[in-house]
């Protein structure tokens, strides 16, 4: 029998869900809580989900909002309310961002339109930082660019820095929140990338293959090294869900990469995902690698590398941070992929929390900053290994003394 297509006709489901929940917590648990961590304004989204009926009205609403504070913003500056500007226009930036990622369809002229108001309100976020971040593109393969933005810490000197990873559903500008920024405020400086198939990729037709997301990371390393800001000798990457799998990809191979963070768990087959998860994420990545046929789509991840195999390869560093109920890998996927990893490992294990993490964002985000600068300075013994179950009402620093 020929198999259906993308699961489609499930597409009630989600919107009957959508029709009995105030947010998007019933199709994600916990998604509220990272929304808030990541500059997201409680105003910002009730406004989106008091609009929202189903899936396809998802997209307009953000734009709508998005527009709402782009005039805001854009009135602010012309008043000389440049503070309050940069940040109606971050807010406007990554609503822009929402908006456009809802619609996993090359050339769509709203996807487009929604692209340029991302860059175009995310490029003011920049202006008005006083130099402390800059964008830059960069060739990883012949004709095709990966992109990047730099956040520098404070203060003179080369410093830690960190490469970001975002995952399938964010692009670079989600992460790290300029105006809690949990590493610039360490000392380290923080650069957060699309790679193949993400944000300012896709919008280039630039999409994920077998093996160039880790030319993507190398070519932004590459260019890191060059500037006065950065110890080249202390750099960290940290993953965000399917970035918690490109990651070790990367660092696998990336030998200057020192210390590794995987947040949000995506280190199990693909079979969870693709197969047992909402129709959606297929949907997105299979847009991220270029394809539309569901059988060509399927060959194509059967040719993806094994994580447990590339773990052997990573000798650095790595914490990997879940839930104990993440959706979309279980805790056996994260005993195998740990049984693999070649070099000092760290497991923190949140009970009853799903893939999101936003229940515990405001816990988690820090602490994760915390273990980088800690693994980056003063390194791990090669025989370190830790678990950590974190119980429910409990906080990971209350396991994290003696």
């Known amino acids: 029998m020929t198999k259906q297509q993308l699961r489609s006709d499930q597409g009630w ?28 304004k409680m105003q910002d989204l009730q406004s989106v989900y008091g609009k929202v009926t189903g899936r396809r009205s998802f997209p307009k609403a953000w734009a709508k909002r998005a527009e709402v504070l782009e005039h805001m913003a854009t009135e602010a500056e012309k008043g000389g309310r440049n503070i309050t500007a940069r940040q109606l226009f971050h807010r406007a930036a990554i609503c822009f961002g929402r908006a456009q990622h809802m619609i996993p369809v090359h050339s769509d002229p709203s996807k487009e ?3 340029s108001g991302l860059y175009r309100c995310f490029s003011k ?9 800059i964008k830059k593109s ?25 490469l970001f990873l975002p995952g399938m559903d964010q692009v670079k500008e989600d992460v790290p929140n300029p105006y809690n920024n949990d590493y610039t405020i360490r000392g380290m400086n923080i650069c957060s990338m699309d790679g193949p198939g993400q944000g300012e990729c896709n919008a280039n037709a630039v999409w994920q ?31 965000f869900s399917m970035g918690s799998r490109w990651g070790v990809q990367v660092a696998a191979k990336d030998k200057r990469i ?47 590398d094994y994580l447990p195999d590339v773990a052997k390869s990573l000798k ?71 678990t950590i179950y974190v119980e429910e009402n409990t906080t990971i620093a209350d396991y994290q003394h003696g």
């Not at 960069?138 to 960190?162: D, R």
């Not at 110890?231 to 940290?238: E, F, H, Q």
């Not at 994760?368 to 290994?385: F, K, Q």
């Open 13 to 40: 489901i989600f919107d009957n869900f959508l029709m009995l929940s105030d947010n998007e917590d019933v199709l994600h648990p916990g998604i509220m809580g990272a929304r808030l961590e990541r500059g997201y």
């Open 113 to 115: 339109a929604w692209f």
């Open 125 to 133: 976020v920049i202006d008005y930082s006083d130099g402390t971040m």
């Open 138 to 162: 960069l060739e990883f393969a012949p004709g095709q660019e990966t992109h990047c933005i730099f956040h520098k810490a404070p203060g003179e000197g080369p410093k830690p820095t960190v």
């Open 209 to 239: 293959t077998k093996d160039n997301y880790p030319s993507a990371a190398s070519a932004v390393i590459d260019w890191l090294l060059t500037l006065p800001e950065v110890d080249k000798d202390r750099i960290g990457l940290l993953g």
């Open 258 to 304: 020192k210390a590794v963070c995987g947040q949000m768990a995506n280190v199990g087959t693909f079979d969870m995902i693709f197969e047992q998860a909402q129709p959606n994420f297929k949907r997105i990545f299979m847009y991220m690698a270029g394809y539309s046929d569901e059988t060509e789509f399927d060959k194509f991840i059967e040719r993806m």
């Open 316 to 386: 650095v560093p790595h914490l990997l941070v879940a839930g104990d109920m993440d959706e979309l890998c279980a805790p056996n996927d994260i005993k195998k992929f740990r049984e693999n990893l070649g070099g000092p490992s760290e497991l923190w294990l949140y009970e009853g929390v799903f893939h999101p993490m936003g229940e515990v964002a405001g816990e988690i985000y820090p602490a994760i900053a915390d273990w980088l600068m800690t693994s980056l300075t003063e390194g791990r013994a090669d025989d370190y290994e830790r």
